[in-house]
Protein backbone atom coordinates (compact mmCIF):
# COMPACT_ATOMS: atom_id res chain seq x y z
CA UNK A 1 0.00 0.00 0.00
CA UNK A 2 1.46 3.58 -0.99
CA UNK A 3 0.30 6.72 0.87
CA UNK A 4 2.02 10.49 0.66
CA UNK A 5 1.37 13.79 2.16
CA UNK A 6 3.13 17.19 2.01
CA UNK A 7 6.19 17.45 4.27
CA UNK A 8 4.68 19.29 7.57
CA UNK A 9 8.30 20.25 8.00
CA UNK A 10 10.50 20.80 4.44
CA UNK A 11 8.40 23.00 2.16
CA UNK A 12 7.91 21.58 -1.23
CA UNK A 13 8.66 18.01 -0.33
CA UNK A 14 6.26 15.01 0.05
CA UNK A 15 6.69 12.41 2.40
CA UNK A 16 5.60 9.04 1.21
CA UNK A 17 5.20 5.25 2.75
CA UNK A 18 4.97 2.21 1.02
CA UNK A 19 4.18 -1.56 2.51
CA UNK A 20 4.48 -4.42 0.29
CA UNK A 21 3.29 -7.97 1.54
CA UNK A 22 4.65 -9.83 -1.31
CA UNK A 23 7.42 -10.05 -3.66
CA UNK A 24 6.37 -6.97 -5.25
CA UNK A 25 5.85 -6.93 -9.00
CA UNK A 26 7.86 -4.75 -11.45
CA UNK A 27 7.25 -1.36 -11.18
CA UNK A 28 8.18 1.97 -13.19
CA UNK A 29 9.58 4.73 -12.04
CA UNK A 30 9.34 8.02 -14.54
CA UNK A 31 11.74 11.26 -14.19
CA UNK A 32 10.02 13.76 -12.49
CA UNK A 33 12.86 16.17 -11.57
CA UNK A 34 12.96 15.03 -7.78
CA UNK A 35 15.35 13.46 -5.86
CA UNK A 36 14.22 10.78 -3.06
CA UNK A 37 15.74 10.08 0.43
CA UNK A 38 14.54 6.47 1.38
CA UNK A 39 14.13 4.17 4.21
CA UNK A 40 14.00 0.72 2.90
CA UNK A 41 13.34 -1.94 5.54
CA UNK A 42 16.88 -0.99 7.63
CA UNK A 43 18.34 0.47 4.53
CA UNK A 44 18.78 4.23 3.85
CA UNK A 45 19.51 5.04 0.45
CA UNK A 46 19.54 8.01 -2.29
CA UNK A 47 17.36 7.97 -5.31
CA UNK A 48 19.31 10.58 -7.85
CA UNK A 49 17.39 12.48 -10.42
CA UNK A 50 16.43 10.11 -13.44
CA UNK A 51 16.82 10.99 -17.20
CA UNK A 52 14.50 7.92 -17.84
CA UNK A 53 12.21 5.36 -16.37
CA UNK A 54 14.16 3.32 -14.10
CA UNK A 55 12.40 -0.32 -13.42
CA UNK A 56 12.36 -2.04 -10.07
CA UNK A 57 10.86 -4.51 -8.14
CA UNK A 58 10.23 -4.46 -4.46
CA UNK A 59 12.08 -7.42 -2.31
CA UNK A 60 9.53 -9.02 -0.08
CA UNK A 61 8.06 -7.28 2.57
CA UNK A 62 9.09 -4.04 1.96
CA UNK A 63 8.69 -1.35 4.43
CA UNK A 64 9.62 2.15 2.57
CA UNK A 65 9.55 5.42 4.57
CA UNK A 66 10.87 8.35 2.25
CA UNK A 67 11.02 11.73 1.82
CA UNK A 68 11.17 12.84 -2.00
CA UNK A 69 12.56 16.41 -2.50
CA UNK A 70 11.20 19.42 -5.14
CA UNK A 71 13.52 19.47 -8.19
CA UNK A 72 16.86 21.54 -7.20
CA UNK A 73 16.59 20.96 -3.08
CA UNK A 74 18.24 17.88 -2.63
CA UNK A 75 21.31 19.15 -3.05
CA UNK A 76 21.45 21.46 -0.33
CA UNK A 77 20.13 18.68 1.99
CA UNK A 78 22.59 15.75 0.97
CA UNK A 79 25.51 18.24 0.67
CA UNK A 80 26.66 17.37 -2.79
CA UNK A 81 25.93 18.11 -6.41
CA UNK A 82 22.89 16.25 -7.77
CA UNK A 83 24.46 15.39 -11.17
CA UNK A 84 26.72 12.96 -8.96
CA UNK A 85 24.32 10.96 -8.22
CA UNK A 86 21.94 11.57 -11.99
CA UNK A 87 19.93 8.22 -12.65
CA UNK A 88 21.44 6.21 -9.86
CA UNK A 89 20.54 4.39 -6.49
CA UNK A 90 23.14 5.08 -3.59
CA UNK A 91 23.29 3.96 -0.04
CA UNK A 92 23.64 6.75 1.67
CA UNK A 93 26.75 5.38 3.63
CA UNK A 94 28.40 6.23 0.31
CA UNK A 95 27.77 9.69 0.27
CA UNK A 96 27.70 10.75 4.58
CA UNK A 97 30.36 10.30 7.13
CA UNK A 98 29.99 6.96 8.70
CA UNK A 99 28.51 8.83 12.27
CA UNK A 100 25.80 11.11 10.36
CA UNK A 101 24.37 7.81 8.43
CA UNK A 102 24.70 5.50 11.97
CA UNK A 103 22.86 8.17 13.68
CA UNK A 104 20.34 8.45 11.79
CA UNK A 105 20.23 4.70 11.20
CA UNK A 106 19.44 3.94 14.62
CA UNK A 107 17.23 6.73 15.06
CA UNK A 108 15.05 4.94 12.32
CA UNK A 109 14.89 1.81 13.27
CA UNK A 110 14.23 2.73 16.89
CA UNK A 111 10.95 4.82 15.23
CA UNK A 112 9.94 1.89 13.38
CA UNK A 113 9.57 -0.16 16.02
CA UNK A 114 8.10 2.08 18.36
CA UNK A 115 5.67 4.03 15.84
CA UNK A 116 5.68 2.30 12.37
CA UNK A 117 6.71 4.58 9.21
CA UNK A 118 5.21 7.56 9.77
CA UNK A 119 7.50 8.01 12.69
CA UNK A 120 10.35 7.27 10.60
CA UNK A 121 9.00 9.69 7.66
CA UNK A 122 9.07 12.07 11.15
CA UNK A 123 13.13 11.36 11.49
CA UNK A 124 13.84 11.95 8.02
CA UNK A 125 12.26 15.26 7.83
CA UNK A 126 14.00 16.14 11.11
CA UNK A 127 17.53 15.48 9.45
CA UNK A 128 16.08 17.27 6.30
CA UNK A 129 15.07 20.46 8.18
CA UNK A 130 18.56 20.62 9.71
CA UNK A 131 20.66 19.90 7.16
CA UNK A 132 18.51 22.41 4.67
CA UNK A 133 19.18 25.35 7.31
CA UNK A 134 22.92 24.70 7.79
CA UNK A 135 23.08 24.90 4.09
CA UNK A 136 21.80 28.09 4.33
CA UNK A 137 17.97 27.33 3.39
CA UNK A 138 16.10 26.62 -0.34
CA UNK A 139 17.91 28.66 -2.88
CA UNK A 140 14.75 31.23 -4.51
CA UNK A 141 16.62 31.37 -7.67
CA UNK A 142 15.53 27.54 -8.32
CA UNK A 143 12.22 27.96 -7.57
CA UNK A 144 11.92 31.01 -10.34
CA UNK A 145 13.72 28.57 -12.75
CA UNK A 146 11.36 26.12 -12.23
CA UNK A 147 8.64 27.86 -12.41
CA UNK A 148 9.44 29.67 -15.66
CA UNK A 149 10.43 26.16 -17.19
CA UNK A 150 7.21 24.54 -15.98
CA UNK A 151 5.20 27.52 -17.73
CA UNK A 152 7.05 26.81 -21.05
CA UNK A 153 9.99 29.00 -21.11
CA UNK A 154 12.50 28.54 -23.28
CA UNK A 155 15.91 28.18 -22.57
CA UNK A 156 16.96 31.06 -23.73
CA UNK A 157 14.22 33.20 -21.83
CA UNK A 158 15.13 31.84 -19.01
CA UNK A 159 19.01 32.60 -19.63
CA UNK A 160 17.43 35.65 -20.33
CA UNK A 161 15.56 36.40 -17.44
CA UNK A 162 18.24 35.18 -14.92
CA UNK A 163 20.71 37.14 -16.22
CA UNK A 164 22.67 34.70 -17.67
CA UNK A 165 24.08 33.24 -20.97
CA UNK A 166 22.63 29.95 -21.97
CA UNK A 167 25.68 27.93 -21.15
CA UNK A 168 26.23 29.78 -17.52
CA UNK A 169 22.49 28.23 -16.87
CA UNK A 170 23.79 24.78 -18.10
CA UNK A 171 26.28 25.07 -15.66
CA UNK A 172 24.51 26.30 -13.40
CA UNK A 173 21.75 23.42 -13.40
CA UNK A 174 23.96 20.80 -13.26
CA UNK A 175 24.57 20.79 -9.24
CA UNK A 176 21.28 21.56 -8.60
CA UNK A 177 19.39 19.32 -10.89
CA UNK A 178 21.16 16.75 -12.16
CA UNK A 179 21.25 18.08 -15.82
CA UNK A 180 20.51 20.79 -17.91
CA UNK A 181 17.98 23.12 -18.58
CA UNK A 182 17.03 21.42 -21.72
CA UNK A 183 16.35 18.16 -19.80
CA UNK A 184 14.45 19.62 -17.06
CA UNK A 185 12.13 21.77 -19.28
CA UNK A 186 11.07 18.46 -21.00
CA UNK A 187 11.06 16.62 -17.67
CA UNK A 188 8.74 18.91 -16.09
CA UNK A 189 6.20 18.96 -19.20
CA UNK A 190 6.18 15.41 -19.34
CA UNK A 191 4.97 15.46 -15.61
CA UNK A 192 2.36 17.87 -16.31
CA UNK A 193 1.48 15.91 -19.08
CA UNK A 194 1.15 12.25 -17.23
CA UNK A 195 -0.95 14.52 -14.45
CA UNK A 196 -3.50 15.59 -16.59
CA UNK A 197 -3.88 12.61 -18.08
CA UNK A 198 -4.37 10.94 -14.75
CA UNK A 199 -6.79 13.47 -14.30
CA UNK A 200 -8.60 12.33 -17.27
CA UNK A 201 -7.86 14.55 -19.39
CA UNK A 202 -7.80 13.26 -23.50
CA UNK A 203 -4.51 12.52 -24.66
CA UNK A 204 -5.10 15.43 -27.70
CA UNK A 205 -6.24 17.92 -24.62
CA UNK A 206 -2.92 17.01 -22.81
CA UNK A 207 -0.94 17.38 -25.47
CA UNK A 208 -1.96 21.24 -26.23
CA UNK A 209 -2.16 21.81 -22.41
CA UNK A 210 1.26 20.64 -21.52
CA UNK A 211 2.83 22.72 -23.98
CA UNK A 212 3.48 20.13 -27.27
CA UNK A 213 2.92 20.20 -30.53
CA UNK A 214 0.57 18.11 -31.28
CA UNK A 215 -0.13 14.56 -29.86
CA UNK A 216 2.52 12.69 -31.90
CA UNK A 217 5.23 15.03 -30.20
CA UNK A 218 3.72 13.96 -26.61
CA UNK A 219 3.67 10.38 -27.78
CA UNK A 220 7.63 10.59 -28.68
CA UNK A 221 8.15 12.50 -25.53
CA UNK A 222 6.56 10.06 -23.37
CA UNK A 223 8.30 7.00 -24.54
CA UNK A 224 11.47 8.83 -24.79
CA UNK A 225 11.27 9.74 -20.91
CA UNK A 226 9.09 6.62 -19.71
CA UNK A 227 9.92 3.97 -22.02
CA UNK A 228 6.27 2.70 -22.80
CA UNK A 229 3.26 4.93 -24.36
CA UNK A 230 0.98 7.53 -22.29
CA UNK A 231 -1.70 4.94 -21.79
CA UNK A 232 -0.11 2.31 -19.98
CA UNK A 233 1.31 4.84 -17.79
CA UNK A 234 -2.18 5.84 -16.90
Known amino acids: MYRERASRRVAGATAWTRT ?13 GCMDLIWL ?4 MVAGPDTRAQLAVSPPRAAYAALRFPPGLAPAVLGLPAADLRDQRVDLTQLWPAADTRHLMDACWSSFGS ?14 TRRLAAAGGADPWVTRLVGWLRAGSTVGAAADRAGLSERQLHRRCLPLFGYGPKTLGRVLRFDHALALARAGESFADVAVDAGYADQAHLSREVRSLAGVPLGALV
Open 115 to 128: GGLDTVVADLEAVA
Open 41 to 44: SGVL
Open 20 to 32: VCDAGAEHRIVPD
